[in-house]
């Protein structure tokens, strides 16, 4: 929230302290200060100029060429249109770079004359109201001189951070009210006297509430004869400051209640109240009703709060008014409603149209029920003002449920115990009176005073949260020091923490890095991976009933799309050689009711060029077998080794041409590939940073934690042979290794060294030519004895695949 420190000071005395020094104070009773700005500022940007040439340009009312004295800045020429010019006369010019509230100065070049600068009016200024003219200055003032040193530089803005269990803070009150007990000084009397005339308001509107759980109080003040108009500077100002604009004086009252005191408050016109009578009821979904900016919503969620008039609704309780009532050039008659609805209902509400408003975001935090006639009070006395117009005698308040005052146990020996302090009582019964806590003695044993909490802080329910607003506003920097106590017996990691830290370990030292990516996506990466509609990977997606934006709707199934997103991202900041890995969770929905499933994988993702071994190596593209072979590795830090297979298992954002299925045993692990062209451009992805692999595995039933079994360096040297064979093209060189691994021979390491088809090979066919690795820890190999080797995994071959031995 934006708060000014000029209207803080309104409600409690900050006497000498700096900007700065308020700041610090708010940040020690948990109101974060997030940025500290100077409004108005841009006054130190505008000096004063005087008017040495004037030459009126060709046509009249036209542009006219100005020469200005701007002091030590020199001599500066503007082309100014303003009417009034008078030479020798002094008026404000604002500098180039000057970041004025109607943008920004620029040095320009106007119909071939340079203009370095801009004069002024007040209202350009915010100063006064005039817009009609340039803003004279007192000819005795030199030239040069800043407007921030002649006005005052203007206010402080802080942003100040609110917790979300803080909506009492949401308004200058409320800070102002934190702030007066960390600074031990009581909050100003504002009283709000309301000038009352005219027929009563019980007259002209009547106010039902038919929803008393979901609407807590409704009232509301009757205006006669408030004309809109624009505000007054002062008002238009303040706002503008707090970021809000101006719309007009009726509309910008109430927004000016609304950071005053907290309450949204919303003004009718009340000659389109139908039948003069206000009714707070629920919709249910499917409902249509069309908002202040136009726009025609269309209620999803149960139980949506509209105020509605003797005819139709005419506004969203808690959200946004409606078209149909609004204020408007002809109104001469309003209606200031205040009310408290219920702050889960306005979240629902909110959430589920998408529609976010400075009114929907307090109440979601909750308000407080007894500002509602004080707000309305305070806005219908502004607006009478600013209006000239004339307040209702009568409040319109219907409230079904009645505040009741709520009692909070309060122990002071057991707070200091707690906390470690030895605070006296009087010392917490001043902190706490201070942010309206009110101890009592209490009528009960178990405590030693019942505290009353006041109506606009919901968020004190327990003993423990008294005992936290002591600590606020006696200072958190008074707790001692202590070290926290170790645990006496260490815990093991989790099996799946384990496993999923070796991985990480793994593939960072293969250069990978790790991706950490949302695990909401939107619904749509289900077509943009090509997936069918009976496919698994869509048909279990779980939906997000209340997602915070379109592109997280929906919990993901696959780890694919977040890497691709990550890659596309990469590639837009011109990273092209990419090598990323994530170690997260997937969410399937296999049953119709109940959460997803949750399951483990790691994926990663390979794109662009493979970097160079040596100087003297040139680079060359990423390609299936640097993923498979990190893969690999990945299993032989497992000690284990895993197949690849080309199965129907290939999901259809992978080329089956570059594709395979990862299984353990008999067990599917998941799947790598080349990602195809088509998914890669749904994705965005340049063509330009070639082609993109992936692979993704589940990884839950993976070991957490491997002891490799000691094998003694062989102290005999190897023998080794190369063995070329004819087989079919069809024939994986996999299913070859497998069939002669499992000899009764000691082959300790198989290589394919060589593949070759076509040329005067048969149609059909191909030659592979494997390096087999013989050695024994016994004895030296002789070459009667590889040779026998040799013949029976030729033999091998040849039975199982009609291989036939090339020379």
Not at 223 to 234: D, E, Q
Not at 432 to 451: E, K, M, W
Not at 679 to 701: I, M, Q, R, W
């Amino acid at each position: 929230m934006l708060a000014s420190l000029s209207w803080l000071g309104e409600f409690v005395e900050i006497g000498d302290l700096s900007p700065e020094e308020v700041a610090d104070r708010l940040v020690t009773v948990g109101l974060e200060v997030e940025g500290l700005s100077d409004f108005k500022g841009y006054l130190m940007d505008v000096v004063a100029a005087r008017v040495l040439e004037f030459e009126s340009g060709p046509e009249p009312g036209g542009l006219a060429r100005c020469l200005l004295d701007a002091g030590s800045r020199g001599r500066v020429q503007v082309m100014c249109g303003a009417p009034d010019i008078d030479p020798g006369g002094l008026y404000p010019l604002a500098l180039p770079g000057c970041e004025l509230p109607s943008g920004t100065v620029r040095s320009m070049t106007v119909r071939g004359s340079a203009s370095d600068g801009m004069l002024c009016s007040e209202a350009e200024l915010l100063v006064g109201e005039d817009s009609s003219g340039l803003m004279a200055l007192d000819r005795g003032i030199a030239p040069g001189t800043p407007l921030g040193d002649l006005y005052g530089r203007g206010d402080w803005i802080l942003e100040v951070g609110i917790t979300p269990n803080r909506g009492d803070a949401l308004s200058h009150l409320g800070i102002a009210r934190d702030l007066g007990a960390i600074l031990a000084r009581p909050l100003k009397s504002r009283p709000c006297p309301v000038a009352e005339d005219g027929p009563p308001a019980s007259e002209k509107i009547r106010v039902d509430i038919e929803c008393p759980d979901e609407a807590f109080r409704y009232c509301g003040r009757v205006v006669y004869g408030a004309r809109p108009a624009p505000s007054p500077v002062w008002l238009s100002s303040r706002l503008m400051s707090l970021g809000l604009r101006s719309i007009n004086n009726i509309v910008d009252v109430t927004n000016y209640v609304m950071l005053e005191l907290g309450l949204p408050l919303h003004a009718f016109d009340l000659g389109r109240i139908a039948g003069g009578r206000i009714a707070v009821r629920t919709f249910g979904p499917g409902t249509r009703f069309t908002t202040l900016d136009g726009q025609e919503r269309v209620m999803k969620a149960e139980g949506n709060v509209l105020i509605c008039d003797g005819e139709r609704p005419v506004a969203i309780g808690g959200v946004m008014g409606g078209l149909n009532s609004e204020v408007a050039e002809d109104t001469e008659d309003v209606f200031i409603e205040g009310a408290m609805f219920n702050p889960v209902n306005v979240r629902r509400t909110s959430k589920s149209l998408g529609l976010s408003t400075d009114a929907s975001f307090r109440f979601e935090r909750g308000q407080d029920v007894n500002m509602c006639p004080r707000a309305v009070d305070r806005a219908a006395s502004l607006i009478s003002e600013l209006t000239s117009g004339r307040v209702a005698p009568g409040l319109v308040d219907c409230c079904p449920r009645p505040w009741k005052p709520r009692f909070v146990p309060f122990t002071p020996a057991r707070c200091n115990a707690l906390l470690g302090t030895s605070h006296s009582e009087p010392e917490m019964d001043r902190a706490l009176g201070d942010l309206g806590v009110r101890l009592q003695p209490s009528q009960t044993t178990i405590c030693l005073y019942d505290a009353e909490i006041p109506s606009w802080r919901p968020d004190l329910t327990r003993e423990a949260d008294l005992f936290e607003e002591v600590m606020r506003i006696l200072d958190f920097g008074s707790l001692p020091a202590t070290l926290p106590k170790p645990p006496s017996v260490a815990q093991e990691p989790h099996a799946a923490y384990r496993t999923a830290e070796r991985i990480r370990g793994f593939m960072a030292g293969k250069g990978y890095t790790e991706l950490l990516s949302f695990s909401f996506l939107n619904a749509n990466f289900a077509d943009r991976l090509g997936l069918g509609a009976d496919h698994p990977l869509r048909r279990e997606i779980r939906m997000v009933a209340n997602p915070l934006s379109e592109e997280q709707g929906a919990l993901r199934t696959t780890i694919v799309p977040s890497l691709l997103n990550a890659a596309r991202l990469n590639q837009y900041h011109e990273q092209r050689d990419l090598a990323l890995f994530e170690l997260s969770r997937v969410f399937r929905q296999k049953a119709p009711e109940g959460a997803p499933d949750e399951i483990p994988m790691a994926g990663a993702l390979l794109a662009g060029d493979r970097e160079a071994t040596l100087w003297c190596e040139e680079k060359r593209p990423v390609d299936f077998f640097d993923l498979k072979g990190a893969v690999e590795a990945l299993a032989a830090s497992f000690t284990e080794s895993w197949e690849f297979v080309r199965d129907g298992t290939v999901p259809p954002y992978l080329d089956v041409r570059e594709a395979a299925a990862v299984r353990r045993g008999g067990e599917l692990l998941g799947h790598l590939g080349l990602v195809k062209a088509s998914v890669a451009d749904a994705f965005g992805l340049k063509k330009s940073g070639g082609p993109v692999y992936v692979f993704e595995l589940e990884t839950s039933s993976l070991p957490p934690s491997v002891s490799p079994a000691f094998e003694p360096f062989p102290g005999f040297p190897p023998a080794v042979r190369d063995l070329a064979v004819l087989v079919d093209e069809s024939v994986p060189a996999a299913d070859l290794e497998k069939a002669f691994s499992g000899g009764d021979y000691p082959l300790r390491k198989v290589a394919v060294f060589d593949l070759y088809t076509g040329g005067r090979l048969p149609p059909g066919k191909k030659s592979i030519a494997f390096r087999l690795y013989f050695q024994d820890c016994a004895r030296t190999l002789t070459e009667e004895l590889v040779s026998g080797y040799f013949k029976l995994i030729a033999g091998t071959l040849e039975k199982e695949f009609g291989a036939t031995l090339r020379s």
